[in-house]
T-cell receptor, first 113, second 111 residues
Framework: DAGITQSPRHKVTETGTPVTLRCHQTENHRYMYWYRQDPGHGLRLIHYSYGVKDTDKGEVSDGYSVSRSKTEDFLLTLESATSSQTSVYFC????????????FGPGTRLTVL | QQQVKQSPQSLIVQKGGIPIINCAYENTAFDYFPWYQQFPGKGPALLIAIRPDVSEKKEGRFTISFNKSAKQFSLHIMDSQPGDSATYFCAARRTGNQFYFGTGTSLTVIP
């Protein structure tokens, strides 16, 4: 699992509330990613980071913000959760070498009522 | 708009059969094509990957075939086993840091 943990693993919240998901890695990887997984859509990139305080948007970034104040933590925030943000969220780290590999965390299942 | 189109959505084969999953793309800025395997309740895991200057890559029972001119690539699983039952995702890396995934194929291998 490349030392990746996500918290919480499950969360139920109400529309309009702020939500923060945390991704923590123990191996000092530069690149970190947030994806959402939905039936019929596969995995879609929300935001990614290429270093401390360096982030960029993915294809479905509206309604989400991220922060990375230290190498090991990458936070995903839903400022005001909506039902359309009900999904499974995966964090990944990227290891570049002979292969360009993303290692995914165990996921967070978020339900917005 | 789906950048990587994957088919079929689901696939059922008998043990020993050769399931084939197909993916297609349009963006010529894609320069790396990995396949991921995902079991229920787990995150995806890299299975095999190919670069566009190679037409075929094999790793164990898994083979990627790549057709650059047609902008298509496919995964073949030789001698499939019930333990291969999982969801498979193709993906493409746009030059740089962004990855785009297909919609996934649910494979069931019947004993």
């Amino acid at each position: 699992d490349a030392g990746i943990t996500q918290s919480p693993r499950h969360k139920v919240t109400e529309t309009g509330t702020p939500v923060t998901l945390r991704c923590h890695q123990t191996e000092n990887h530069r690149y970190m990613y947030w994806y959402r997984q939905d039936p019929g859509h596969g995995l879609r990139l929300i935001h990614y980071s290429y270093g401390v305080k360096d982030t960029d948007k993915g294809e479905v970034s509206d309604g989400y913000s991220v922060s990375r104040s230290k190498t090991e933590d990458f936070l995903l925030t839903l400022e005001s959760a909506t039902s359309s943000q009900t999904s499974v969220y995966f964090c990944a780290i990227r290891q570049r070498g002979a292969t360009d590999t993303q290692y995914f965390g165990p996921g967070t299942r978020l339900t917005v009522l | 708009q789906q950048q990587v189109k994957q088919s079929p959505q689901s696939l059922i084969v008998q043990k020993g059969g050769i399931p084939i999953i197909n993916c297609a793309y349009e963006n010529t800025a894609f320069d790396y094509f990995p396949w991921y395997q995902q079991f229920p309740g787990k995150g995806p895991a890299l299975l095999i990957a190919i670069r566009p200057d190679v037409s075929e890559k094999k790793e164990g029972r898994f083979t990627i075939s790549f057709n650059k001119s047609a902008k298509q690539f496919s995964l073949h699983i030789m001698d499939s086993q019930p333990g291969d039952s999982a969801t498979y995702f193709c993906a493409a890396r746009r030059t740089g840091n962004q990855f785009y995934f297909g919609t996934g194929t649910s494979l069931t291998v019947i004993p």
